[in-house]
């Protein structure tokens, strides 16, 4: 199946300072890349929606100059988080969408993000 | 409300036997319908997708009812190695967002 590959998987960072995230697709091209955070044993909440050459689309409670999402390329989207804090930490997981139908949704390997 | 929800459990299954649980979905504008497995600090993994008349690999046998609006997934024959989290997805052209269930747990015993 198709690839998709994140890094880091895992990050360490100090208060206040900001992490980027990168995301690619290794052998397709995304138009459409998905950006989720996961708490320990809650579920992937959908952060935003990462289209290639726009703006992402941010889900309600998702401070978008917090979590600043580029998507310059089909294949690239990255996430930076600002200014990170403690209660930030987390799983992130981004996914990528191959096609328009939905079913080929591939995930990435994750990256776990704790702040100190 | 929430949008997709999962019975979070934990299902504890005799190893060989059959176990089955449901997700409820609350938008009926919903049109695709997946089946995830999540291992413990892994990312998910496409178990399945869901059709309207029913689908089965192996083991697994997924159903969707879109009259009561829920999904549902059996396992057969458990093995010790189907002890994860089974996560349900709906997906929406419209809104282009794929939404996830919290999530059922399910451990396998020997």
């Known amino acids: 199946g198709a690839v998709v590959s994140q890094h880091p998987s895992w990050v360490i960072c100090k208060s206040g300072t900001s992490v980027k995230i990168e995301c690619r697709s290794l052998?397709?091209?995304?138009?459409?890349m998905f950006w989720y955070r996961q708490f320990p044993k809650q579920s992937l909440m959908l952060m935003a929606t990462s289209n290639e050459g726009s703006k992402a689309t941010y889900e309600q409670g998702v401070e978008k100059d917090k979590f600043l999402i580029n998507h310059a390329s089909l294949t690239l989207s990255t996430l930076t988080v600002t200014s990170a804090h403690p209660e930030d930490s987390s799983f992130y997981i981004c996914s990528a969408r191959k096609d328009s139908t939905g079913n080929t949704i591939y995930f990435g390997e994750g990256s776990w993000l704790t702040v100190v | 409300r929430k949008e997709v929800e999962q019975d979070p459990g934990p299902f504890n299954v005799p190893e060989g036997a059959t176990v089955a649980f449901n997700c409820t979905y609350s938008?009926?504008?919903?049109?695709?319908f997946f089946w995830y497995r999540q291992d413990c600090r892994k990312e998910p993994k496409l178990l399945m997708s869901?059709?309207?008349s029913g689908n089965e690999d192996g083991r697994f046998t997924a159903q969707l009812n879109r009259a009561s609006q829920y999904i549902s997934l059996l396992i057969r024959d458990s093995k010790l190695s189907d002890s994860a989290t089974y996560l349900c997805?709906?997906?929406?052209?419209?809104?282009?967002?794929?939404?996830f269930g919290g999530g059922t747990r399910v451990l396998v015993k020997p």
């Open positions: 997805a709906v997906f929406k052209a419209a809104g282009n967002k794929l939404t």
């Open positions: 052998d397709f091209q995304a138009t459409t």
């Open positions: 938008n009926s504008a919903s049109q695709s």
């Open positions: 869901v059709y309207s």
